[in-house]
């Protein structure tokens, strides 16, 4: 009697143990808004690319210095620098406004940072492992007119169990040769978080 008591109060504890555990995951639309910790968040980041991308790709900078030099201007993205009180990831957002100017065909877009020294790394590994006809040169790489930088900040609002966050992306596009900014484009986001 005992060892069926004991038996059946562990296959009750393990059923427990296993429903309690079990986690349900569903697939979502990428662009359906799901707001859990009230951070910095996916929607965050696509709205921002939206809203960052449609605003530079319509300034008149791009058809100024096209009028000025008769082509389209080269970009580099340089740092956006997260002043937040969070972990942001910049690169969500400036990568989406690198492929508005590359699919509207507003501007070049050049490698900058890591990427364009693994790109290096290879040209130099080509000068001595590929032959003449195939081999990259140095020195023909197209150079930036411009630089897109930009911060992010946040302000946090909080009292007992209520809290305002304010997010304010902040992009500025300079010209390289005379470090005249060019444009400017941002991307406010307002919270409100009640636990």
Same mark, same amino acid.
Request: charged share 30%.
């Given at each position: 009697?005992?060892?069926?008591?004991?038996?059946?109060m562990?296959s009750?504890?393990?059923?427990?143990?296993?429903?309690?555990?079990?986690?349900?995951?569903?697939?979502?639309?990428?662009?359906?808004?799901?707001?859990?910790?009230?951070?910095?968040?996916?929607?965050?980041?696509?709205?921002?690319?939206?809203?960052?991308?449609?605003?530079i790709?319509m300034?008149?900078?791009?058809?100024?210095?096209?009028?000025?030099?008769?082509?389209?201007?080269?970009?580099?993205?340089?740092?956006?620098?997260?002043?937040?009180?969070?972990?942001?990831?910049?690169?969500?957002f400036t990568?989406?406004?690198? &492929?508005?100017? *590359?699919? @509207?065909?507003?501007?070049?877009? #050049?490698?900058?940072?890591?990427?364009? $020294? +693994?790109?290096?790394?290879?040209?130099?590994?080509?000068?001595?492992?590929?032959?003449?006809?195939?081999?990259?040169?140095?020195?023909?790489?197209?150079?930036a007119?411009?630089?897109l930088?930009?911060?992010?900040?946040?302000?946090?609002?909080?009292?007992? &169990?209520?809290? *305002?966050? @304010?997010?304010?992306?902040?992009? #500025?596009?300079?010209?390289?040769?005379? $470090? +005249?900014?060019?444009?400017?484009?941002?991307?406010?986001?307002?919270?409100?978080?009640?636990?």
């Amino acid at each position: 009697m005992k060892k069926r008591v004991l038996i059946a109060m562990l296959s009750v504890v393990g059923f427990l143990t296993i429903t309690s555990c079990s986690r349900k995951i569903t697939r979502v639309a990428t662009d359906e808004q799901i707001d859990i910790s009230g951070r910095w968040n996916d929607t965050d980041a696509r709205l921002s690319a939206e809203a960052l991308s449609s605003q530079i790709v319509m300034g008149d900078w791009i058809n100024e210095y096209k009028v000025t030099t008769g082509k389209k201007p080269a970009v580099i993205v340089g740092l956006v620098r997260n002043k937040s009180h969070e972990h942001i990831d910049a690169e969500l957002f400036t990568i989406e406004v690198e &492929k508005a100017l *590359v699919k @509207y065909q507003k501007a070049k877009v #050049v490698q900058g940072g890591e990427m364009r $020294n +693994e790109l290096r790394a290879e040209r130099a590994d080509q000068q001595t492992n590929s032959s003449v006809s195939t081999m990259k040169k140095f020195g023909l790489e197209t150079g930036a007119d411009f630089m897109l930088q930009g911060t992010i900040n946040s302000v946090v609002d909080a009292l007992k &169990k209520q809290k *305002v966050v @304010y997010y304010q992306v902040d992009l #500025v596009l300079t010209n390289i040769q005379t $470090n +005249e900014k060019v444009w400017f484009g941002d991307k406010k986001i307002k919270k409100f978080i009640k636990n």
